[in-house]
């Protein structure tokens, strides 16, 4: 497919299907391909380092999952297809992320020319929560169902991210009686969950700050979800969810 200056394009669609039989194995859950040059280096905190980070629950729950790394993503309308393409795009057509799933493989591709390591783990891990909101178990959402219902009672303000919160005022804008069940709640819980999910496993595998605002749950209030979700899904040996929870290191006297 051309682009707009002529140079040939491929739709993430394409891609996923062309590139799948030849991607490199990670682990037997997880492989990559880079279609814009990697340093060897590099690719530890590209593609060991989060997988790593990974929690055991989490990946039982993942199909079989392919990273493209991409020099950049382009959507050219709203709601148009995603290429890959070697120039950057304008800002508002730019993508960092996009997820193609076929069954019982998800390729994931992200946009990593110029951009931090730091943001391609957060989008790596948003689109790993995206996909376990989609298959997280009833005793899962039980638990965190029973935490939103909680917060709705005590009438928290605030969300982790901007889809939450966008639900979370949807959800607010129904009658009091109907926020704790039904299809908004629902969309609201699962929106929730993958937000809190992003941040827990950016928070296992990266020291990472969670940005003060206006729109931000209450610290104890996300405390209490991150150690419901520690609960339901333990990091693996060697990470930790909160500082406390590292080893203490030994110093000589």
């Not at 298959?135 to 219902?149: F, I, K, M, S, T």
């Not at 209450?218 to 909160?242: D, I, M, N």
């Amino acid at each position: 497919m051309p682009s707009s200056n002529g140079r040939p394009r491929s739709t993430v669609d394409e891609l996923a299907r062309r590139l799948r039989p030849g991607m490199t194995a990670l682990n037997p859950r997880f492989s990559w391909h880079a279609i814009v040059p990697v340093p060897e280096e590099d690719l530890h905190q590209y593609l060991n380092d989060p997988v790593a980070a990974l929690p055991p629950a989490v990946c039982d729950l993942l199909p079989r999952i392919g990273i493209v790394l991409a020099p950049y993503l382009e959507r050219g309308t709203a709601k148009g297809p995603v290429s890959v393409v070697d120039e950057k795009p304008a800002e508002a057509k730019l993508i960092l992320s996009a997820q193609v799933t076929n069954g019982d493989f998800a390729t994931l591709f992200f946009t990593v020319k110029g951009e931090q390591v730091a943001d391609y783990h957060y989008f790596l891990f948003d689109e790993i929560a995206a996909i376990v909101s989609e298959r997280w178990p009833a005793a899962v959402q039980e638990v965190w169902h029973g935490l939103l219902r909680e917060e709705l009672s005590a009438e928290v303000h605030g969300e982790v991210d901007e889809r939450s919160w966008q639900a979370k005022q949807t959800l607010l804008r129904r009658p009091l009686a109907s926020r704790k069940d039904g299809k908004p709640f629902r969309d609201y819980a699962r929106e929730s969950f993958r937000d809190t999910m992003t941040l827990l496993l950016h928070g296992i595998c990266c020291d990472i700050d969670v940005e003060t605002g206006p729109r931000q749950i209450p610290s104890r209030f996300l405390r209490k979800r991150l150690e419901a979700l520690k609960a339901l899904f333990p990091p693996p040996e060697g990470h930790a969810v909160f500082p406390e929870d590292l080893p203490q290191k030994q110093t000589l006297v």
